[in-house]
């Protein structure tokens, strides 16, 4: 048997943790906060229990419909931390009915009818790498239908005149690089879910990516996209530019599955970058680093990346002194020495108070070497690429992510009032053991994007009530201080109570309700991510 | 009384051509062209008869609200060619009844209350630049005001640190500049129309800019916007990036007047640039100039203007041989030197081809002087600034542009198709008096915007007839070689037959009107506009 996804952990079955190791791991959680964790076993696919599947599938749609457990487990949830604790525990209350995996858009537009004919609740289904709860629904709403894309994984056409290329949404991030690698091309898209997420999730979720600066979202590289839907299919049409009412494609992306099944997108692409350029700098305090990264962006040199550490990420990540903030620039191209750019860039940091050896600026000339392995940036990168396969599942340890954007003029206290706010609600919650750090993972002239990180040492069994008091004021002290409840990692269901549902206009929702009331009017797809009907 | 706008010409009244200056251009054709052209005088607004106003303005708007001739004939049209012949002729068949002045949100709110209530047809109006028919109807729909936004013309805040503003909608493109300049900003969106248009009307529909790459339309300088539709306001969050469903401002920018009245917007301002650096290339043909500016592009230097002429443009506008193109590339900057910017691009150009002097490369390293003033640049710059003031107007000559955009895989034969098509119904209309060009206005990655621009010796009195049969030509020929309708120009009614509804997905169609059903259910809102209800 293939090496498959593990039905709990964020890794494939053989990158499981070992309970060696998680004893190990049990044993230092246990001496570091004096409390006894207890490591359970690693879940056994054989002990789970679903409840049987509540539909039949017909001959129609047989040949790519499954109902296996792996398939009902593996598809029950997405990689939320909470997913993964519940998946950890076996605690399956909604698994879905049937797993269906279409070969080509005949047999999606065959599934969805199916679905649509008999009122079936239906989830478009990528990488599952949604942290969200944008996937299968954790309550019950009736027979439920996930359709997963993963056999519609093909680049179908390159234009190598254009710089595009047809591609299926169904494609995993490495293996869609595989395929655009020999002509030399490259999406260069990196979420930190690349290896397990898709084209399609990332043009439905708004997916963030690899640049820093100017194109920072998978919106403005969606040239045209292909969506089915209850109502039949949403083709636009291939342009470069246009100015022809409302963009069509930008009422899909974002859409969360809610519209319709995303096949195919003609994407822009790019030649492969050889010419590159590196500095890490560092600034006495995260106050003067964000000033510097504000000056930075507002001079327009839109490098690729343009990242701040606050201190407590610079010392744990890249080994500064916990004062001391960390800001990585970097420019890279296919075509041209960026040597001019990453002086210009340096220059504008030192004159914002950075330092930074001229050794320790890395340019490349089109060897197509890695600038940026090496000294502070390696060592942040290292740490950022690393993401863990389970072993501190249900160990108690509660950790997770938000990320928002909000306006440089508000900047300062924004940030303060976020980490007093989350502050209290970490000390409710956990008491002393917990930490709160924040960087910029993309920036713009009017504003950063910040992306706070948190973990407490909570109690073995309530992780996920734990963590819902803290998301909860996170929701709450983000939408409040102005800021988005999202930058690049979706809405779903985590995000509309105490966020999204205050922070987008009112005749908004309306108008996506009607919408899909159009598109979807059985409203069987991906029900309660972003509206209630 | 103050200097007005025509009611007919594009220009104030008083810089309103003579019946001499027309006497003498009327001869002059009669001469090149052997035909009798006759200079009609200049129209009197006292000659008009108009309907009288079909409905009463009640006490409760009555004092922002005219029913004057002036107000009611200047408020008829936009700014097409048709409509200017049509206003020259004082052919006002459907006037509005009633045109409202609102001097702030309030009183818009009011007004279009009292117009929902009534169910009156109710156009939006900015600067009245329109060339797409996308203001007040030529048919009658029944009683109909003009809300017009020229009274909401100031800047609100500035917010430097973000380098943002708060505007509203009524500001003209002038009048806009000069409230930003004291504190050195400038929002740098210069359409063609600039002088006599809107910040409200250049997000109604998606207009282009200044920037020639990278950021084209308005569209990625909104931050958030404010509109009142007959459902109430929708006003959404100013943020720099987000990523929470789809984008409620995407859904606002390029409505075209038929969702809701935009009263105001942050928008992303800037520096006013002070370093500079632009070169004029000449290309030996029209496709080497086209393959080079594809290269230009796709190295990602982001040029502020990277534009070509072809040959016969070239020549008209440059003095160029009639065989050469003209590519012109410049940079800008408020902050740091573009010498390198413009060497590499003078580097790729001449690799593909190109003839530029090192005496023709301007670089300003600061002191702000214009650097696209001389030479063949500088030419072509007056030629393009220069905007006719209806000299020609009812003079049997026709003219007009249509734009578009196209991927690069499709360009050379999509070129050839465009000529053809559209030179056999030039032919046809006009025999051997007619010209067809063409310019890049703006470039992207992955295609060109090509701007056509023909105009034929036709026959008085025919004019609006033979514009349409060239017109209805261009729409199909574009429409057919795989491009957009209208690049910056927006569909209002005159794009849509043979053209924008054979163009969008029929579902985004259906999606627009449920979303007007929702916003404006009566319909009065810019009815025939992008769709039928």
Redesign the interface.
Known sequence: MADRRSFWAWCLESEEPTDEDRAALAAKLSKRYGVEVTAEPVPSLGDAELRAPRIGVPDSVAGWCSTTTYDRARYAYGAHFTERVRAFNLDFPNPPDAVAHPRDDTEVEATLDWCDANGYVTVPYGGGSSVVWGVTPHDDLGPTVVISLDRLDRVLEI?D????ARIQAGVFGPCLEDQLRPSGHTLRHFPQSFRFSTLGGWIA????GHYAT?H??IDDFV?SVRMI?P??????????????????D???????GIYGIITEAWM?I??RPVFRATAGVTFGSWQEGCEAV?HLV?????PANLRILDPAEARRAAGLDGEQALVIVSFE?A??TQR??IA?AVE?ARDSGGTVDDDDIRVDDGTGAPTGRGGAVGAWRNAFIGVGNGVETSLGLVDDTFET?????RWPEFDAEIRSRVGAALDDTFGPHHSLSCRFT?V??????PYYTWSGMGAQGSEIAQWQAVKDEANRAVVDA??????????GRM?RPHG?DR??????A??????K???DPNGILNPGV?IDP
């Open positions: 234009d005149v254009s710089r595009a979720t708004r997916s963030g100017n920072t979202h040239e839907t109502a039949g299919w949403f083709q636009s049409r291939r342009l470069p530019g246009s100015g022809a009412g409302p963009s069509p930008r009422m899909v992306v974002g859409s969360e822009r790019q030649r504000r507002q001079a327009k040199l839109w191209s075509e041209l001019h750019n210009q504008i954007a909000i306006t440089w003029d993309h713009y002239t009017d504003g950063p994007a102005g800021g988005t409840v999202t930058h690049h990692h979706a809405v995000h999204y922070q987008r206009p009112e005749l908004f309306e108008s996506v309700r009607a919408v009331k159009r598109l972003l």
